[in-house]
Nanobody, 124 residues
Framework: QVQLVESGGGLVQAGGSLRLSCAAS????????MGWFRQAPGKARDVVAAINWRGSSSYYSDSVKGRFTISRDNAKNMMYLQMNSLKPEDTDVYYC?????????????????WGQGTQVTVSS
């Protein structure tokens, strides 16, 4: 059974940093793209960043480009999101996801497995 577990969320002041982690289990994920999404209550789930199977290609939404960095460690079945210069508008529930493809996508419908989410709250 595939399981994705996010961790690292919390409360931080504007300008601060957090590092989210996603632990994957139940299969080997080294051949598959992964992504981070975020969602506020009542709003659509949006892509934050995505990375291909070996970490050689990544995507960032315009709102986080230059502030967030996505990475993965295939040997550990882990993915990370380093978030710097956080803003109040980054407050959301953050989800990690795995896609049954080597290359990343930007739509939630591109992804096949999801974690339960971790809350990130940035205070002004």
């Amino acid at each position: 059974q595939v399981q994705l577990v996010e961790s690292g969320g919390g409360l931080v002041q504007a300008g601060g940093s957090l590092r989210l982690s996603c632990a994957a289990s139940g299969r080997t994920f080294s051949s598959y793209a992964m992504g981070w999404f975020r969602q506020a209550p009542g709003k659509a789930r949006d892509v934050v960043a995505a990375i291909n199977w070996r970490g050689s290609s990544s995507y960032y939404s315009d709102s986080v480009k230059g502030r967030f960095t996505i990475s993965r460690d295939n040997a550990k079945n882990m993915m990370y999101l380093q978030m710097n210069s956080l803003k109040p508008e980054d407050t959301d529930v953050y989800y990690c996801a795995v896609r049954n493809s080597a290359n990343w996508g930007t739509n939630p419908s591109d992804y096949n497995y999801w974690g339960q989410g971790t809350q990130v709250t940035v205070s002004s």
